[in-house]
């Protein structure tokens, strides 16, 4: 189930430190079942953007001891607020100087 951002007490910064906790995959093997980021932003990334999507669904995010499931990091990445450029937008600005 996903956590109501608004609901986990304060101020959301994606400036804190995150932890991504990923789910074995269906043959037990799975190169990143832990990993530390400097920021969330850079952890929400890495989980949707670089995780494969069957993985993603067991994954886990914690920041600022809040923890986000698959449906929480999706809500995270799409957050207008969200400070880093998403995949999408960087290949449509890639397609648009060609």
């Known amino acids: 189930m996903a956590i109501e951002i608004e609901n986990s007490g304060g101020a959301f910064s994606f400036e804190a430190p995150a932890e991504v906790f990923a789910c074995?995959?269906?043959?037990?093997?799975?190169?990143v079942r832990y990993r530390r980021f400097d920021t969330t932003a850079e952890a929400v990334r890495f989980a949707i953007e670089e995780l494969p999507a069957p993985l993603l669904l067991g994954t886990y995010l914690e920041a600022q001891e809040v923890r986000f499931d698959q449906g929480g990091i999706r809500l995270l990445y799409e957050r207008a607020d969200y400070p880093l450029p998403?995949?999408?937008?960087?290949?449509?600005?890639?397609?648009?100087?060609?």
């Open 24 to 31: 074995r995959g269906r043959r037990g093997h799975n190169p």
């Open 86 to 98: 998403r995949l999408m937008e960087s290949q449509a600005e890639g397609s648009v100087k060609k």
